[in-house]
């Protein structure tokens, strides 16, 4: 090692520290117990807080100064923090939210966040025990989905990655691994098939995938919200008799409008009698597996040859937990697998291992999403996560309920799962459409609960996705109260 004469330093030169480590590891230890401190009272008091309240232009015009160039104390920032971001959350964590599907989160789950924050992994290969923690969910979902020894699957950031990442395997099933290199040829033109209810992410993804959104073809839904295999089946025949190439049908284990399933066996015939590969996006409910008393509504999904799904919705993880399930991990590495110098692998040592994650999906440098899910599912085990999630479908049957019995309220879609789609019509029901709106953005701004806005059939609609394990009866009740005091106000009806 070179010193400091050596270095063409003077021998008197002061050792310029380069360590981010702290010279007080104490005072950093008390800092750090009350930032944990702080969290866990806000998680056990969110009960006294909105759900949303709009940021002061005091908090906005901090987050717009100069890059900081000197230190600042742990404290100050932590204060900062504390004051100005911490009470401007989207509120998805609270009791009230039902705006969008967005789990909850848990307190465990924040502290294996923590944990995984401190080890600081990167999951794209070698050989170290997070590798482990992360095949271990694989193989839990293999069985939870009931999916063959011969399944793989990787973390990713959500189910929209997760979707675009099965697009690629399909095209490569279909065209084989050549088209990594040679790209795609301009005929036969590949065509792919999902639900006009599909999430937008699809379409987005067949853009960068370079098929392009036009080759989806949107299939009809019906009246309970599902794709219409009749018009599928018509929709591929007249495809092929033009010249073009079936390769994907995506099947959805709950919409996001409404919550429809999709007829998953059906779906799978038509894939086999077609030579299509077959994948679910299951963002919203696939999950809902693992309840006994919802498990029946995704028959099939067992079937699929590709599963996309959040453990940071209905699983309750921390964002981001977003995974994909192949039913063949050599799909994964016919897609993504390539070599490199820099990637050189060895029979043992670091370097060492036999499963690289990097070879299974489109990512080198991964955190350890896997911990924060592995404790999840460790501390809470599976049937009580999944009895969280009936919960929250009799709560949706209930809200429902209510709404019918509401002679101002009319339900707009069939309750499938945990979402609830309804409208203010007025008692005589002459209330005009974008009156719903307005209570929408109302009830976000009083903050006792926050549902989102959607149309149906060109009609705003009021909905209400139950997601999180806090919400109880007395924030449904709270939701039907603000609705009809809001919709009775002449200045609201008039605005």
Known sequence: MLGLQDSGLPSDAPRQRTSLDPDDWQTLRKQGHQMLDDMLDHLKTLSEKPVWQPAPSSARALFDAPLPVEATDLAEVHAIFRDNVLPYGSGNIHSGFMGWVQGGGTATGMLAEMLAGGLNANLGGRDHMPIEVERQIIRWTQQIFSFPDTAGGVFLTGTSQANFVAVLLARSRKLGAGVRAQGLSSEPRLVAYASSEVHGCVPRAFEMSGIGSDQLRRIPANAAGQIDIAALERAIIRDKKEGHMPFLIIGSAGTVNTGAVDDLIALRGVADAHDLHFH???????????????????????????????????????????????????????????????????????????????????????????????????????????????????????????VEQEPALRLLAPVALNIVCFAYVGAADDAPPEVNTRIVERLHAEGCVAPSLTHLNGQPAIRAAIVNHRTRQADIDALIDGVLKLGSRQDLLQC
């Not at 897609?335 to 029979?347: D, G, I």
């Not at 990097?358 to 991964?366: A, I, K, Q, V």
């Open 280 to 402: 679910v996006d299951g963002a919203l409910g696939a999950l809902g597996i693992l309840s006994d008393d919802l498990a029946h509504l995704f028959t099939g999904i067992e079937s699929s040859d590709s599963l996309a799904f959040d453990f940071h919705k209905w699983g309750q993880v921390p964002y981001d937990a977003g995974f994909l399930l192949v039913r063949d991990s050599a799909w994964q590495r016919q897609t993504f697998a390539s070599e490199a110098a820099y990637l050189s692998r060895a029979a043992s040592g670091l370097a060492g291992g036999d499963w690289w994650p990097c070879d299974y999906g489109p990512d080198l440098s991964r955190g350890f999403r896997a911990l924060k899910t592995w404790f999840t599912l460790k501390t809470y085990g599976v049937k009580a996560l999944g009895d969280s999630m009936a919960a929250n479908c009799a709560l949706a049957r209930g809200l429902a309920h209510r």
